[in-house]
């Protein structure tokens, strides 16, 4: 089974086609070889350290809603 993380892109390291991605406070690079249409701001899921998705505005908002509602679970 293959699990894929939410997050959203805040800064891209063009020359290494790489992005740094929130994960609700938590700041990790990923690689941009497979999605290099992302951008700051982007909903994505990353998986094995590779944006794998850009998400649709909408639907990646509430994902990551509901992400910040099982930290206080």
Same mark, same amino acid.
């Given at each position: 089974?293959? #699990?894929?993380? %939410? ?8 020359? $290494?086609?790489? &992005? ?8 990790? /690079?990923?690689?941009?070889? #497979?999605? %290099?249409? &992302? ?5 994505? /899921?990353? !998986? @094995? ?5 850009? #998400?649709? @505005?909408?639907?990646? &908002? $509430?994902? !990551? $809603? #509901?992400?910040? $509602?099982?930290?206080?679970?």
């Amino acid at each position: 089974m293959c #699990l894929a993380i %939410p997050g959203i892109v805040e800064k891209i390291e063009e020359a $290494e086609q790489r &992005a740094w991605v929130d994960y609700s406070g938590l700041s990790k /690079l990923a690689s941009l070889m #497979l999605c %290099p249409q &992302a951008k700051v701001g982007d909903y994505v /899921l990353v !998986h @094995a350290g590779f944006v794998i998705q850009v #998400l649709d @505005a909408e639907y990646g &908002a $509430e994902l !990551h $809603e #509901l992400t910040e $509602e099982l930290k206080n679970v």
